[in-house]
DNA sequence: CGACTATTTGACGCCAGTCAACACCGGTGG
DNA sequence: CCACCGGTGTTGACTGGCGTCAAATAGTCG
């Protein structure tokens, strides 16, 4: 592995919570990698529509897929940490539907679509697994639709911290109860389809009852029960079992 | 193929718009189907977090994913029309997060999971098909997204009807400006994440303004241009261009 | 015809949006 | 060292879109 390309252990460590990964094939993985890439916060990863001849996996930091309406408005749709494999829906769709943006500062892989042909015509069980990535993306999408559409606001805001806790958790970026999340009150705003005022709002409360604090990027989880509980959280969508896959 | 999987070349339809399928990945999937069966509206199709050996084509009819809070709120996920490989994604997930259920009396194919491994191993081309139709899902399901945490209740209804036009025109189920969908204007809600009540209000300005009609479960649009407009409908996320995938 | 479900409409209430003012903070330059 | 500045966070007052509740009407199936 060139030296620039660590961080990819944790979208190895993300499959291996899935399904087993021989060392084979984490070398066929690494070895797919072209380059690797640093990109500012803010700026803008893969422009929507553009033609693509990589995909990309996120080393570090924290970036996102969005889409704007007409008057500005922003929507996240799901909010990427380390490990994720973030636009391998562009090797088969050949361009993407949404952008993706930097959220912090970070370092990306490249992989060519022509080494992930390669993989599907020659290793068909390290192709279901990066098959597997991306039904995890629709799964954790799926229960963004259920936030954004039915849960209220405070929910739709501990849900989001209690899934990124997890996630993080599982690409080794959390201990216990606290980690880093240097996003804006914005962020978290065009994430769950509230104005940033209204999430300002729900912050307040979340540590007026106890249950987190967010402050200065970091979060801290004061109560994880009760948090889970006021979301509503089940970590069943994000399919954390180790199986044949 | 046996006579009653006739509805399977609806699914081929839709993987024909999108790359070349050739008269052996079509035989290959039509061979892949063990059982065809029929199920009423309203049952459900498929339990969220049930083991599953089989996955499921859309032959006939509308289902829908969709997933219920505790406060008995539901919210769907995806509205599933005729050709449609609804739980492929429980191929590789191994038990879905979110039930599937019929909203009007439907038919569907089976395929063992055991059948779409064997394509992953020795048809790497039509697996590719595969695994786009689920990265199709995931597009719908990001624009899903957007429409129910950005748009106005009265956009989020048009963008639906819009998306579904389209979708039922590839599976050869709608002429120019009328098509079938045997939906209450409760699920149209639960899909929407809006009330019965709301959606009747927005139903009635949609018939005022003269952009479309959904009555009897029949949408007929009168003016498609205002309707995409007011939807802020681009078809860019549905991927309709034949490509080599 | 009767039971049931779906649709329609009106009155009213609330959650979240809007607008606005102010505090905070790190950076920058006089 | 301090004035200034843009981005971010915080709070209050007010508004409005959509939810809630309720009742009447229209279809539909036995």
């Given at each position: 592995m060139a030296p620039e390309a660590q961080g990819l252990d944790r979208a190895i460590a993300k499959l291996r919570a899935r399904d087993i990964v021989s060392e084979e094939e984490e070398k066929v993985f690494v070895a797919s990698v072209s380059d690797v890439v640093e990109i500012a916060a803010g700026r803008t990863i893969v422009r929507a529509g553009a033609s693509l001849t990589h995909s990309t996996v996120l080393l570090d930091g924290f970036a996102c897929r969005y889409k704007d309406l007409a008057d500005g408005q922003r929507q996240i749709q799901e909010i990427h940490v380390a490990g994720?494999?973030?636009?391998?829906?562009?090797?088969?769709?050949?361009?993407?539907?949404h952008h993706v943006g930097a959220l912090s500062g970070v370092r990306i892989a490249l992989i060519p679509h022509e080494a992930l042909r390669e993989i599907t015509e020659n290793h068909p069980h390290l192709a279901r697994l990066l098959w597997f990535a991306t039904l995890l993306d629709a799964s954790i999408q799926r229960e963004h639709v259920l936030s954004v559409g039915r849960r209220s606001a405070l929910a739709r805001i501990a849900h989001l911290f209690c899934e990124l806790h997890l996630r993080l958790q599982v690409a080794g970026e959390s201990n216990g109860t606290t980690y880093r999340l240097p996003l804006t009150q914005t962020d978290i705003a065009d994430a769950s389809g509230l104005t940033a005022v209204h999430v300002n709002r729900m912050l307040k409360k979340l540590r007026d009852d106890d249950l987190l604090t967010f402050r200065g990027g970091e979060v801290v989880i004061h109560d994880r029960d009760r948090l889970e509980r006021a979301a509503e959280?089940?970590?069943?969508?994000?399919?954390l079992e180790r199986r044949p896959r």
């Open positions: 994720d494999c973030m636009d391998l829906h562009g090797f088969l769709l050949k361009s993407l539907d959280f089940d970590p069943a969508y994000l399919h």
